[in-house]
């Protein structure tokens, strides 16, 4: 493990002038991006909507993390923009059963990867049917809808029940990844680690990507 982990910047925020110098700055070091989408019900706070993004810029893949109590309110949208991956919740209040085969078919026929987040409280087990059919699981494991919050390292016990039910997919983190865990997280059997404040909150993001990745690849303790 370590080094077939990716390091993947998150976007969050509801200032346009930010997302627009992030979106624009972050594809400049990394070459996957994650840009959190929330709604204000799902979460206490909203960020910008996916509908006020124009596009995405090329070369780059982009995951959207679609923090959402209505998921297919912004089907058109996801579709528009064409990401590689669009996470949904397992815990949104619309029910997902109604509508997930036929989104997954949606997104295929678009060519877009379909994750399921879990919230800490959350058991794999309790939404195992669609973590078979998807391509990725992220473990959210921080502050819903804010960066900067304290890890819940617990949460890396999903990773072998996640695992258990499907081998090959894809397992992501994100919730309070820094350089004081990600070598722990790294080691983990996790695929992908998302990045919040320890790399866009700093004076030098992309230094900060760069010394994420070295540390990410570092073997034993000290």
Known sequence: MGEDVYIVPTILTDDPQVFTAQLQSFPQFAKRIQIDLMDGTFTANKSLSEATIASLPQGVAFDLHLMSARP??????????????????AEANENLQTFFNELINEFKKAGIKTGLALLPGTFPGLVENYIETVDHVLIFAGSLGKQGGQADLLQMEKIKLIREINPAVEIGWDGGANLTNVRALAHADLNVINVGSAISKTQDPASSYHQLIEESKKRGVI
């Open 72 to 89: 297919s309110d912004h089907l058109s949208h996801i579709l528009r923009l064409k990401p590689s991956l669009c996470i949904l919740h």
